[in-house]
């Protein structure tokens, strides 16, 4: 494949590689960015695996998802930049004939081994502008593997934070915390204005890290949607109380539980309904938790 139609295949493979690349640098590395092709594949397992997959396995297995459409996208991307230019753009290692070495599974082998930096040398560059490509995507193989891992380092943690919330609010909940947010006092408005903070916390995470929406939970103590209806409970129930700090501190409880509600209706459920309708969704999508209405 020479001419204009071999570098058209080239130019293909390369806007392959930057689309890739975007979604990687827009789902791990830019604050707040949503990578739309990690975001519509971690959906779709989502959708797939409702009644097939068990639940807490379904968010694992779309990250799986997502990181094999990163490898595949850059690996078949590069092997269109090689293609049209095989064998003549390469020098070929003794032993091996280059003539019948001009087909797309050869430019797809070269392509792996390179992002895979493993280096066998059998295929190097000749040509000097590949001699300055090649060597880039083993540097973005490289980066791959760290970026895989970068994500899972920070997916895992924010999903944690989620989870110890939802553990404090179904604790309270059985401790019986209506009782104590009812008689006010210091205590009360100190509970209620931590829960505020945790509340918070978690709606950073999930603006930053969107894909933690599509991991299910395993039991309704975990289920963070679960429990916010307790939350808000416990919050209008400081409303009613004469001492002035908890009234303070549920009203924070509870801008802080909406606030939440609507990002994820922004987002994910995009329903615009009041908070507790939102909330049922959100415990349908994310968890087996009970009604929180």
């Known amino acids: ?18 689309v890739a690349l975007r979604d990687i640098f ?41 990181v094999l459409a990163w490898v595949t996208l850059i690996t078949g991307g590069w092997a269109l930049v090689y ?11 003794s032993g091996v004939d280059p003539g019948p070495r001009a087909g797309a599974l050869d430019a797809l082998y070269l392509s792996a081994v390179t992002l895979a930096t493993l280096g066998f040398g059998d295929i190097v560059p000749e040509a000097a502008w590949l001699r300055l490509v090649v060597p880039v995507q083993a540097m973005i193989g490289f980066a791959l593997i760290t970026a895989a891992v970068s994500w899972v380092l920070q997916v895992y943690p924010a999903l944690s934070r989620r989870r110890a919330l939802a553990v404090r ?15 006010g006092g210091a205590l009360a408005a100190r509970l209620l204005t931590d829960l505020a903070w945790e509340v918070v916390q978690v709606r950073v995470d999930l603006s930053q890290y969107a894909e933690t929406y599509w991991f299910r939970d395993a039991t309704a103590e975990t289920s963070l949607p679960a429990a916010l209806g307790f939350a808000l409970d416990l919050a209008a129930l400081a409303g009613e109380t004469p001492d002035p700090d908890t009234r303070s501190a549920g ?31 959100y415990a349908a999508d994310t968890g087996p938790g009970r009604d929180p209405s």
């Not at 494949?1 to 930057?18: D, E, I, Q, S």
């Not at 293609?83 to 290692?93: E, I, S």
């Not at 609010?169 to 008689?183: F, I, M, N």
């Not at 990002?263 to 049922?280: C, I, T």
Request: glycine content about 16%; hydrophobic content about 50%.
């Open 1 to 18: 494949m020479t001419g204009w139609p071999g570098w058209g295949v080239t130019a293909a493979g390369a806007v392959l590689v930057l």
């Open 26 to 66: 827009h789902t791990i590395w830019h604050p707040s960015g949503r990578g739309g092709l990690s975001r519509r594949l971690m959906r779709s397992v989502w959708r797939a695996g409702r009644g097939r997959v068990p639940g807490p396995l379904t968010g694992p297995v779309a990250m799986v998802v997502v």
């Open 83 to 93: 293609w049209p230019h095989l064998p003549a753009g390469f020098a070929f290692g």
């Open 169 to 183: 609010l179904s604790l309270l909940r059985r401790a019986d915390g209506t009782g104590l947010v009812a008689g």
């Open 251 to 281: 009203r924070l409880l509870a801008e802080a539980v909406a606030a939440h509600l609507a990002v994820v209706d922004a987002g994910f459920v995009r329903s615009g309904a009041p908070p507790r309708a939102v909330l049922r969704r």
